[in-house]
């Protein structure tokens, strides 16, 4: 039993369209780190997507082919909020992920990641399918809405009264920092004139052991709509100073306990980074007491690098997103035996 390591090609977004590598050049970038498995983004990378013709299918099947990598999963995106005017009906989203899940098949792959958000109602729905066709399905547990989630638990309810094989969670490290991202927190000053009381604010949060999610109080009706205390908001300038404070929920510090009483449903691992320094370390989460854990747990499968630190580059800043990558691989690579005798 041992970590493997991966990589989401949400990470090289930008090399794979602005950068203009395509397919074949982001997994050749990601076979240059030395890792072992591949997640991919069939809506943004195979051209049709869920209607792709078999050309393309062939085509996409003999780039992964080559690159060597293991297949780890498909990440999709059930486009529930399609319309403007209503959400999607539970026949509506269950026909997409129908079509999804084909497609999954089809490139070879035996996980689906679905969004959070995404309507436990589903599952029942789709599971004769997803059985004919190998494939499992596993909701995403993101920062912002960690296990205890109205719309998290609900998945993870119906999860466990369902118990199967094939449905399960994919856990992103994003639940478990223990410092705010330093590059967002430098954009927000940079580009958008967030004030330092407000920054350290936010700072001393996540020093007190705990994360902006826990520590503010939320509307007894809407578990997303945060109510900030006095002592912050006289110190709002601009709705900047307040959009900050609203994004910083969206980085936990749940309990590593979390790790112990959901292993058995948890199908893959994002190991989300926004930085790693020049020391070789990700600013924000401590992979090291993380990968401990999951040897502790005797975790046997993906931790894929799925980088997001692309998004908070300044103006007219390169993004440095295939050298953060390698960076990252090299990190877990470090970490891989923690923990262990």
């Given at each position: 039993?041992?970590?493997?390591?991966?990589?989401?090609?949400?990470?090289?977004?930008?090399?794979?369209?602005?950068?203009?590598?395509?397919?074949?050049?982001?997994?050749?970038?990601?076979?240059?780190?030395?890792?072992?498995?591949?997640?991919?983004?069939?809506?943004?990378?195979?051209?049709?997507?869920?209607?792709?013709?078999?050309?393309?299918?062939?085509?996409?099947?003999?780039?992964?082919?080559?690159?060597?990598?293991?297949?780890?999963?498909?990440?999709?995106?059930?486009?529930?909020?399609?319309?403007?005017?209503?959400?999607?009906?539970?026949?509506?989203?269950?026909?997409l992920l129908a079509a999804d899940l084909r497609l999954t098949h089809r490139l070879g792959f035996h996980l689906v990641r679905v969004v959070?958000?995404?309507?436990?109602?589903?599952?029942?729905?789709?599971?004769?399918?997803?059985?004919?066709?190998?494939?499992?399905?596993?909701?995403?547990?993101?920062?912002?809405?960690?296990?205890?989630?109205?719309?998290?638990?609900?998945?993870?309810?119906?999860?466990?009264?369902?118990?199967?094989?094939?449905?399960?969670?994919?856990?992103?490290?994003?639940?478990?920092?223990?410092?705010?991202?330093?590059?967002?927190?430098?954009?927000?000053?940079?580009?958008?004139?967030?004030?330092?009381?407000?920054?350290?604010?936010?700072?001393?949060?996540?020093?007190?052991?705990?994360?902006?999610?826990?520590?503010?109080?939320?509307?007894?009706?809407?578990?997303?709509?945060?109510?900030?205390?006095?002592?912050?908001?006289?110190?709002?300038?601009?709705?900047?100073?307040?959009?900050?404070?609203?994004?910083?929920?969206?980085?936990?510090?749940?309990?590593?306990?979390?790790?112990?009483?959901?292993?058995?449903?948890i199908k893959s691992f994002h190991g989300k980074f926004w930085e790693v320094t020049d020391e070789g370390e990700e600013y924000s989460i401590?992979?090291?007491?993380?990968?401990?854990?999951?040897?502790?747990?005797?975790?046997?499968?993906?931790?894929?690098?799925?980088?997001?630190?692309?998004?908070?580059?300044?103006?007219?800043?390169?993004?440095?997103?295939?050298?953060?990558?390698?960076?990252?691989?090299?990190?877990?690579?470090?970490?891989?035996?923690?923990?262990?005798?």
């Amino acid at each position: 039993m041992a970590i493997k390591t991966g990589v989401s090609l949400y990470s090289l977004q930008d090399a794979y369209g602005r950068g203009g590598l395509g397919v074949d050049g982001v997994l050749d970038a990601v076979a240059a780190t030395g890792t072992q498995g591949v997640e991919i983004l069939s809506d943004q990378m195979v051209r049709g997507a869920a209607r792709a013709t078999d050309e393309t299918i062939d085509a996409f099947n003999a780039s992964l082919d080559r690159s060597g990598l293991t297949r780890v999963a498909n990440d999709i995106f059930i486009n529930s909020s399609l319309y403007k005017n209503r959400w999607l009906t539970l026949e509506e989203q269950c026909e997409l992920l129908a079509a999804d899940l084909r497609l999954t098949h089809r490139l070879g792959f035996h996980l689906v990641r679905v969004v959070s958000q995404t309507d436990p109602g589903v599952i029942r729905r789709v599971l004769p399918l997803a059985e004919k066709l190998d494939v499992a399905l596993a909701v995403e547990v993101h920062a912002g809405m960690s296990f205890d989630h109205p719309l998290t638990a609900a998945w993870i309810e119906e999860m466990k009264t369902v118990k199967h094989p094939l449905v399960g969670l994919v856990v992103d490290f994003g639940i478990y920092c223990q410092r705010h991202p330093r590059v967002s927190t430098r954009y927000f000053q940079q580009a958008l004139g967030v004030n330092d009381d407000v920054v350290a604010y936010i700072d001393d949060i996540f020093a007190s052991g705990t994360d902006p999610r826990q520590f503010f109080p939320r509307h007894p009706d809407n578990p997303d709509d945060y109510m900030f205390p006095e002592e912050l908001t006289r110190h709002f300038k601009h709705f900047q100073d307040r959009f900050y404070c609203m994004m910083s929920t969206g980085y936990e510090n749940t309990s590593l306990d979390t790790l112990d009483e959901f292993a058995p449903y948890i199908k893959s691992f994002h190991g989300k980074f926004w930085e790693v320094t020049d020391e070789g370390e990700e600013y924000s989460i401590d992979y090291g007491r993380v990968f401990e854990r999951l040897n502790r747990i005797g975790w046997d499968g993906f931790v894929c690098s799925e980088y997001e630190g692309q998004r908070f580059a300044l103006p007219g800043e390169p993004i440095h997103d295939i050298e953060q990558v390698a960076k990252h691989q090299a990190m877990m690579r470090a970490h891989l035996n923690d923990g262990l005798n």
